[in-house]
């Protein structure tokens, strides 16, 4: 049973420029979430996608942006990319359902923003 | 609103001897606490969790948390430290009910002396 996947694993850009990241939810999961890990910190939530529509979204701005596709997978978008971009993003899937449903976390991709 | 605070950015201790990390919220709903684990380089892996009922949990690694409600409190706790304990330690409350997205603190490193 395949886990949460991420790619790339790690990636490098300049600032102002376009990045899109990559999640596969874990096997029987329709519901994915992702966070930033700036370096030291604790893991920041930025928008939830179930049924391919965004539910819930943290604070952050409009140059994050995401999507889920019909088969649960999901990218995370972020657009005219700053220093502060500079972070550990991970993807989190979960099965939507009454009660609580528990997060299961990927190994995280590494974008570093020059 | 959620916070959390972790008392410590940095705790050592002797192989063998007892893990205390330190972990305070605050929630605006009646909380759903969690503790993660983080290992370089690695995802989040969940320890343990408290949703509803005893406010004891057993967590995996021989990894124990109590929520103490008067104290707005849920330490993590280990009888004896191993080796391999040594890791980044997070502490979570839910965003909001009916949520599954998670608020963490900004965590605890783990040293374990040998």
């Known amino acids: 049973d395949a886990g949460v996947t991420q790619s790339p694993t790690h990636l490098i850009k300049t600032r102002g420029q376009q990045v899109t990241l990559r999640c596969s939810p874990k096997s029987g999961h329709d519901t994915v979430s992702w966070y930033q890990q700036a370096l030291g910190q604790g893991p920041q939530f930025i928008f939830q996608?179930?049924?391919?529509?965004?539910?819930q979204r943290g604070n952050f701005p409009d140059r994050f942006s995401g999507h889920q596709f019909p088969n649960y997978s999901s990218e995370l978008n972020v657009n005219a990319l700053l220093l502060g971009d500079s972070a550990l993003y991970l993807c989190?899937?979960?099965?939507?359902?009454?009660?609580?449903?528990?997060?299961?976390f990927g190994p995280g991709t590494r974008l570093t923003v020059l | 609103a959620q916070s959390v605070t972790q008392l410590g950015s940095h705790v050592s201790v002797s192989e063998g001897a007892l893990v205390l990390l330190r972990c305070n919220y605050s929630s605006s709903v009646p909380p759903y606490l969690f503790w993660y684990v983080q290992y370089p380089n690695q995802g989040l892996q969940l320890l343990l969790k408290y949703t509803t009922g005893a406010t004891l949990v057993k967590g995996i690694n021989g990894f124990e948390a109590e929520f103490k409600k008067s104290e707005t409190s849920f330490h993590l706790t280990k009888p004896s430290a191993h080796m391999s304990d040594a890791a980044e330690y997070f502490c979570a409350v839910r965003t909001w009910a009916g949520a599954n997205n998670l608020f963490f603190g900004t965590g605890t490193r783990l040293t374990v002396i040998p």
């Open positions: 989190a899937s979960s099965l939507a359902g009454t009660g609580y449903n528990e997060q299961f």
């Open positions: 996608y179930y049924e391919e529509e965004e539910r």
